[in-house]
């Protein structure tokens, strides 16, 4: 779909960075150049702002993996800032941290856009 609409502006849920050797296609670890050869994605600059960060260890020794939004920009990204959203403590179930990523963006005849 991406290929087909080619959109200036792409936003990204749950992108993943992680340091497990040999689980990717691509010879990288970060999801995002994974969605940018997909997106022929070379024309795109992008920023990504972890959320969370896993960690475990085993015999191999300690592994992690860091999950949070990413945004893909076609004209040049100025700046960014992100926002943690807040947890419910008392819930046990709401482990993950949830935050918003945000981007001023130049769009030539338009100006900033904020996304």
Same mark, same amino acid.
């Given at each position: 779909l991406v290929k087909k609409e080619e959109p200036h502006v792409i936003g990204w849920q749950e *992108? !993943? #960075? =992680?340091? #497990? /050797? &040999? !689980?990717? /296609?691509?010879d990288t670890n970060h999801q995002m150049e994974h969605l940018r050869i997909e997106c022929d994605g070379a024309q795109y600059q992008? *920023?990504?702002? %972890?959320?969370?960060?896993?960690?475990?260890?085993?015999?191999? &020794?300690?592994? #992690?993996?860091?999950? &949070? %939004?990413?945004?893909?920009?076609? #004209?040049? *990204?100025?700046?960014?800032?992100?926002? !943690?959203?807040? !947890?419910?403590?008392? =819930?046990?179930v709401d482990e993950h941290q949830r935050?918003?990523? &945000?981007?001023?963006?130049f769009v030539p005849d338009w100006g900033v856009v904020n996304v």
């Open positions: *992108v !993943r #960075y =992680d340091n #497990y /050797p &040999g !689980r990717h /296609p691509y992008f *920023v990504f702002q %972890p959320a969370m960060t896993y960690m475990q260890h085993d015999m191999e &020794g300690i592994k #992690y993996q860091m999950e &949070g %939004p990413a945004i893909f920009s076609r #004209y040049t *990204v100025l700046y960014t800032e992100y926002l !943690r959203l807040t !947890r419910n403590k008392a =819930d046990p935050i918003c990523l &945000g981007a001023a963006i």
